[in-house]
Structure formats: structure tokens, C-alpha cells
């Protein structure tokens, strides 16, 4: 995860997050990815159901009931050791959340464990109702998935409609009071919608975006052709910047953060070391705090059944199941070969990229798209779009 509006426009000082001690339990929800301890966030998918039928879903959700969910007794029980374990955040994800009956009764018992309790949907389900009640149990934050205006909303999410049933999910989510904000799954269908995604950001006085790159999984798996090229890549992460930029100087700042490619940190960087050397540095020990890529050490998965993967996009690689163990342990595990390796990727991490300059902030990038594209876990990641050139490049 980078913070382009945090690195690019100023908006974190390196100091912010050392004022906290870089503790993840003290720290506030937008330094989160400067913690020193890197507690893992963690990503529960409650449910495997989903009114929709998007192209891109990791989990391969259907309409339908699925067997072997963790019951809510189960689910309490997770959020006890998560609280317990030090996690500072529990994120209930799908399928589709809201179509659990029981996410406000186990998001209330998060927020009662001291965890900040947030939920990404597409928004579809969510009533004036249901958001006054989320807004009632505590919830910090509700992510709603867009993935282009509405023709291409409507085609990426399988559904005629949806764009619209999503904007009255964030109307009304604003309407009680919770803060909302946009994720966007970045591909060669929706890449020119991003200006407008940004143009509704500022008219709905929307206050966050998250723009992700395509991960080949799931039903992502038969979009490796819809990805970005490199130089794609490049020219939208730069309008993304470009964008961020202008809110900020017009006094209208939002949160900017693109996800799953962490090559877009030494761009960042490389980009404000030509328009502002002294701020450079600063995003350079920023980037040093952030690490790169966190899966199996600052953030985890919890599946509807119990199964605990490195991240939610990995999902052919469990590491146990808390029907059988509780996550702390499964996450500690000393035998654990893989798991101990994807702490210190660095280490093990061939070509390109175990020789790049910018291993220490980037951490490798992503791993299971390595995999995706070569069935070889620790090879370059096919995604990062930094040259021969950029990558030797000595700080």
C-alpha cells in the first residue's frame, strides 16, 4: 500500500510516525503502514456468497449458500485472539459482507476489543437502515468497491444496475455519518475512468480511494491480459499523482493509496527527486518505514472456513485452520517453513529483483503474481514496471 497523497502532496511527515513509536497499536489508522511491529491487519472474508458476479473476485463468490461457514460463536472467538494477539485492525470482506446477517453483532464485538472494525463491499446492500446501524456498532470505515462509471461499473461487477444500488450505498453511508471511501481494481476497461473516479471524489466530498493493480487469482486469474503494460502503468500512476496533486492545491485534499504493486514507491520517490529534492528524503525514510509488500507479516486472511492464507489474494496456500488452532498461533508458527520465508522475502527473492536497488522499500512486490505468471514463487514480479536502468539506481 503507498499513501500517494501522504508521500507525493505531504500530507505525512516522517516524524508523525515516529511520534507513535511506530507501535501498531498506538498508531493511528493512516500510519498503520509505518509500524515498526507490523501486526498483522486481517482480512476475514465472513462469507462466500455475493449478489454480484464480478469479473475480477478473488474468492470465486457465487449467489448461494455455501457450506462450512464459521458460525458466529467461531467468529467471536477469532476476534478474542486477534484482539488478544495485538491486531490492530479486522476488515470483514466476501463475497459480500452485508449479506452475513450477523456482521453488525461480530463488527460490534471488534470494536468492543479495542480493534478498529471496517468492512469492504460494493455497497449494493447497504440501506439507510443498515448504515445507521453500522454507524451505531462503531464501525471506523466502510470501503466500497468501484470499478469505472456506470457502463463499466456494470460490466466489470456482472450485474445492470449496480453502479446505481452503489451510489445510494454511499449515500447513505454519508448520510450516517461514516466515513466512506473508494476501491478500484485497475485494468485496460477502466483505466480512462480514473479521471472521473477522482472527479467523484471531489462532488461527492468523498474523502479516500484506493486504486489496486489486478492480481491474477481467482477469477482475476482470466484478466492477465487486461492488465496494464508497463507503460500503461507508468502514465496512470502518474495522472493518479498528477490528480492527488491538484485536490491538494485547491484545497480539497483526499486520501490517495494504490495497492498491490509496490514498485509505485521508488517511482513516487524517483519522481519527487526531480521536482523537490528535500522532500525526496523525506519520502524516502517514509518508504524505508513502509517496507514494501506486507503479506504474512503485516497483514493475513481468514476464509469463510476457517482456513488462514498470507493474504486474500493467496488462497491455494493455508497455513492451518482456526477451527483448529487460533490465528496467533497459526501466524508464529517456528515450523512453518513458507510462512517464515514470506516474513523475510527479501532474502529469497531471485533475478531482477535480488538485485535491485530498491529491494529494502519494495520487499519484492507481490509474490503470488510471480507464481500466477511463473509458477515460481520467488521470481520477479511480472507487474513492476521499473526499467534496468531505474532499478540500479544507488541512494
Not at 66 to 91: C, R, Y
Request: charge should be neutral.
Amino acid at each position: 500500500m503507498i499513501g500517494i497523497s501522504k508521500l507525493y502532496c505531504g500530507t505525512v511527515e516522517p516524524s508523525d510516525a515516529l511520534r507513535y513509536e511506530r507501535h501498531s497499536g498506538k498508531l493511528p489508522s493512516h500510519l498503520l503502514q509505518f509500524s515498526a511491529d507490523k501486526k498483522p491487519v486481517v482480512v476475514w472474508n465472513i462469507t462466500r456468497r455475493c449478489n454480484l458476479k464480478c469479473i475480477h473476485c478473488y474468492a470465486h463468490a457465487k449467489d448461494m449458500a455455501f457450506e462450512n461457514e464459521l458460525t458466529t460463536e467461531e467468529g467471536k472467538a477469532i476476534i478474542d485472539d486477534l484482539s488478544e494477539f495485538g491486531s490492530p485492525v479486522i476488515l470483514f470482506s466476501g463475497g459480500e459482507p452485508t449479506m452475513r446477517k450477523d456482521l453488525p453483532e461480530l463488527a460490534e464485538h471488534a470494536v468492543k476489543k479495542g480493534m478498529r472494525a471496517v468492512i469492504s463491499t460494493n455497497g449494493t446492500l447497504i440501506t439507510a437502515e443498515k448504515a445507521k446501524i453500522l454507524k451505531e456498532i462503531g464501525l471506523s470505515y466502510v470501503g466500497i468497491s468501484l470499478d469505472g462509471m456506470k457502463e463499466i461499473h456494470d460490466q466489470f461487477r456482472g450485474v445492470k444496475g449496480a453502479f446505481e444500488k452503489t451510489m445510494d450505498g454511499i449515500r447513505n453511508c454519508q448520510a450516517a455519518g461514516i466515513k466512506v471511501g473508494l476501491r478500484f481494481t485497475i485494468n485496460k476497461k477502466n483505466a480512462c475512468d480514473v479521471p472521473q473516479v477522482f472527479d467523484l471524489l471531489e462532488e461527492m466530498d468523498i474523502p479516500r480511494v484506493c486504486f489496486y493493480h489486478l492480481v491474477y487469482t481467482g477469477r482475476g486469474s482470466d484478466l492477465i491480459d487486461e492488465d496494464l503494460n508497463h507503460d500503461e502503468s507508468r502514465k496512470l500512476v502518474d495522472l493518479i499523482m498528477d490528480r492527488t496533486r491538484d485536490l491538494h492545491d485547491r484545497g480539497k485534499p483526499k486520501e490517495v493509496l494504490t495497492v498491490d504493486n509496490h514498485a509505485d514507491g521508488p517511482y513516487l520517490y524517483l519522481r519527487m527527486k526531480q521536482e523537490n529534492p528535500e522532500r525526496a528524503k523525506e519520502v524516502l525514510e517514509l518508504l524505508n518505514m513502509n517496507e514494501g509488500n506486507s503479506t504474512g507479516l503485516g497483514i493475513g486472511c481468514i476464509s469463510w472456513d476457517g482456513e488462514v492464507y498470507a493474504d486474500q489474494f493467496w488462497r491455494h496456500k493455508s497455513f492451518g485452520n482456526v477451527r483448529k488452532r487460533p490465528f496467533s498461533k497459526i501466524w508464529t508458527d517456528p515450523e512453518d517453513k513458507f510462512l517464515l520465508q514470506l516474513k523475510e522475502k527479501k532474502k529469497y527473492v531471485t533475478g531482477r529483483c535480488k538485485t535491485c536497488s530498491w529491494l529494502s522499500i519494495c520487499g519484492g512486490n507481490f509474490r503470488v503474481r510471480a507464481e500466477a505468471m511463473t509458477g515460481d514463487v520467488w521470481a520477479p514480479d511480472p507487474a513492476c514496471y521499473l526499467t534496468d536502468e531505474e532499478i540500479s539506481i544507488k541512494e
